[in-house]
């Protein structure tokens, strides 16, 4: 599918200049661009590999001299990362998934599927789902029953939405993401190790066997509108309440979710993000990639972490944190460099001491 | 499905007091509960929000003041947390799995099913496969040829058991889980880069090109009695005998054992811990979430582990363990609470220094 | 499947002694060994368990005196670890996936099978994908649109393999791999929180609430040969080029490899391990379990990672690296060490102040 350059400008309400009814029908990096490809040439770096390419018509930024990297034709923005957005939606073509209700898929006669909806192959769709208009339902999902799925969302194979799960508008889950596992909640008849040593701080373990009791999980999920989840990420359901992730929220893949936590609205968890049981994110917050965030915590609006992060404690809102255990983000980096001048601090130390000793001896 | 307050409390085997015919369909938290919900306030903090809600039944510790709370019915617990465990189960009404075998499978005609085996749709059971009395295959579950799954199973949606598994009874698996995927055993034709390391710690790697040749997994996986398994967690097969996880053991999401590992009993192992190859963990051991285990090493009965813990060398029994690299719990605390100091400590030592200085040359 | 010792050295290439003609069905550690298996004993530790065990045959080190062992044959490897791959690839006896076409499947009518392509039930293959010659592809799999799959290739049950992807010969996916999931990439009107701390070092976050735009992925992943990818991980695809994985690369389960990320040949990436977008490996790059590697650097050939390393920077190509962050494997330890001492060397700092400062006064 082709587009205009005064076409794509118009539908992201931008800038076109030169001969904007050059035609393309996809993006490039500006060296690899071919003539039919509009280049992406977001920063001058990028703009000078223009020549390299066969591009007639790149992306630049808002006042570049576009002409002087041999184009015929620009869209110019001023944020072009975000201009990116709407340019890669509409040249997105899409995994091609079955448009329609597939036959091979088990639907039980107790669901709704509102207009439009398509199922794919191999699907099951349990008793009292509902799913909302609009919606595209891959290949291999299961749809739980009661769960309910609200318009426009795109499963993507082989996805699993647990019963009793609620979901709003927009949603995107990516291959293997599942929603609504149980809670991993366990308890020992009597105290166990684990409660003895969160009391003492470790001066105290039981190694006395007691078996662990399930607690099922009674609770759903609740999810908000415009959230995605990512490759095989996994969002638990709570114990007797929902888990709750608000909208506008991004999971990236392998993201785990524990019971009970409340996620807040337009969040980003990035791959391998993991938090336990009970804790609550209020918004905005951005966790790096492999953070971790332990139970029964709070984690205010705002709060940025780097890769690889674990919270241990509250953390007020707009504090950026930092490194294990983590600290705010500036001190954490203070502390590093301290520690790797450590051992040759050392050695002077030891040096001082006797430094010290002699003049305590002379005196 | 309702109850009545004297019903559960005999399920139970817990104390009712009150108007224990009071009939309740389900739990809440207090101040959400309503009139047909049973409150759990298990600590005097939830029983306060009772009367925000409308439940006239709740479940407290024993020698709470029920009463107090505007409650008219209650049963009481000497470990509430603990009654949860049977009260959950009862109040579970399940994810509605097909019952019975569906139509749309794909059974081995040499595999055996016990009496009463539900299977859902879109599921494989290989040949020679036994799957145990009264057990739930979800749908679009894969059983290996010749694996053996013990009485009572629930296998939740797109789990997959690899060839040659045997499991006990009782057995759990979330979404996704997969047991008997190929060790990760690579070697290459002369001693790797990786190898020198190990012996030389990081003086000397080796950049030249070596393929890896692959060392398949003969071995399988055994597994004891009631052990559940999380959402997309992975259990590897063994390299020559089998991976081994001990009865009572609950693995949580995106928890990855490897190859010839063996796990003891009643272990708790959180949400996204790795174990490496070859790894022995003793019984009662308590993992939290992202800790990771070095391969080769042994970890005794009853350790436990902070959460982000790596430990990277064997470990008495009865140990609490923090940090990385894992030290004892109370140790590693001291030792963070130092490095944040240290910053300052090496200003001052800086003073320090020159103060010394100027002591040795005014002598 | 029993083979002769002979037969068996000679498809390894090795040197058999003793009895060549007795028969084998399999491999065993030498204490379990039954009559019809080959011990394996590749250090003189483990023959020294021969004599437990009812091996008639084993495989040693070269020169090892396998008489005394009590054997009446042996197969003799120089590097009796690399002898393993071939010997383990004959004794492996599979999954036992469906062989041929199975009729409970939805492959397009414009994709392309090669010779000798087996699909298993419930698997779906969209419109022009290409699966090479030999290739097994197992149950409940999907390939999408346009994919291409190299010859030879075994996809395990539940693989996902996106649209446009491009795969070499030889490929291996452990159960519920996803190949070309999306890229995790969102970008906002203005500004984010995010950037701003990048830029300031966390002296200034913003919980202003802007919502996420997304950035959809219009580029592929593209695999060389002989790779195989592990249970539930991930290869997202790029964001306009490819995502790119080298021949010969081992990826082990649940590891995350981001958009646009660039990894060289015969590298190893271990359980857990996360690759931030855009990054770039070099070849025969190893990384230990739960290593992390942030976005946008370079990682030069050779390096090694231990267990649980983050990179947060260029490393030069043969360097061995540890820690969080990552340092020099020597100079970690060495830091480590220190740490661990700094709680008592504080102590003693402060009594040294205390001498100083008297000495001071007593001047």
């Known amino acids: 599918m082709s ?13 076109a200049v030169g001969d904007t009814s050059i035609l393309v029908s996809g993006v490039n990096e500006p060296a690899l661009a071919r003539a039919d490809q509009l280049a992406l040439a977001m920063k001058p770096d990028f703009a000078a590999q223009i020549p390299q390419g066969s591009a007639r018509a790149g992306m630049l930024w808002q006042g570049a001299d576009w002409r002087s990297f041999g184009l015929r034709a620009a869209i110019l923005a001023s944020r072009p990362r975000h201009a990116l957005s709407g340019l ?37 769709i349990g008793a009292g789902a509902h ?33 009793r799960v609620t979901i709003g508008a927009g949603f995107i ?9 149980d809670g991993f909640s366990y308890v020992t008849p009597e105290p166990s190790g684990v409660e003895k040593v969160r009391e003492t701080l470790g001066r105290e373990s039981d190694p006395d066997a007691q078996a662990w009791a399930r607690i099922h999980s009674l609770g759903g999920v609740t999810i908000g509108d415009d959230v995605e989840i990512g490759v095989n990420a996994c969002i638990d359901r709570g114990t007797v309440r929902d888990t709750v992730i608000g ?29 336990a049981g009970s804790t609550r994110l209020g918004d905005n917050v951005v966790l790096g990639g492999q953070t971790g965030v332990v139970d029964n915590i709070t984690v205010g609006d705002g709060v940025i972490t780097g890769a690889g992060t674990m919270l241990m404690a509250n953390v007020p809102a707009g504090r950026a944190m930092l490194g294990y255990p983590a600290t705010k983000m500036d001190a954490n980096v203070e502390s590093y460099k301290a520690v790797r001048r450590l051992p040759r601090m050392m050695r002077e130390f030891a040096e001082l001491k006797k430094a010290v000793s002699k003049l305590v001896e002379g005196r």
Do not use: W
């Not at 587009?3 to 800038?15: M, R």
């Not at 929220?249 to 938090?275: A, E, M, P, S």
């Open 3 to 15: 587009h205009s350059i005064a076409q794509i400008a118009a539908a992201l309400g931008l800038e």
């Open 88 to 124: 890669s939606a509409m040249m997105d073509s899409g995994q091609g998934y079955h448009r329609g209700i597939h036959d091979l898929t088990v639907i039980d006669p107790g669901a709704e599927l509102g207009k439009a909806v398509s199922v794919g192959p191999f699907t099951v």
């Open 131 to 163: 799913v909302g208009a609009g919606s595209v339902i891959g290949p291999q999902c299961h749809v739980g029953q009661g769960a309910v799925i609200g318009p426009g969302a795109l499963l993507h194979a082989g996805v699993r939405i647990g019963a």
């Open 173 to 181: 889950a990516q291959p293997g993401a599942v929603i609504g596992g």
């Open 247 to 275: 909208t506008g929220t991004k999971i990236d893949n392998l993201v785990q979710v524990g019971h009970n936590v409340v996620v807040g609205r337009n969040c980003l968890l990035c791959g391998q993000v993991g938090i």
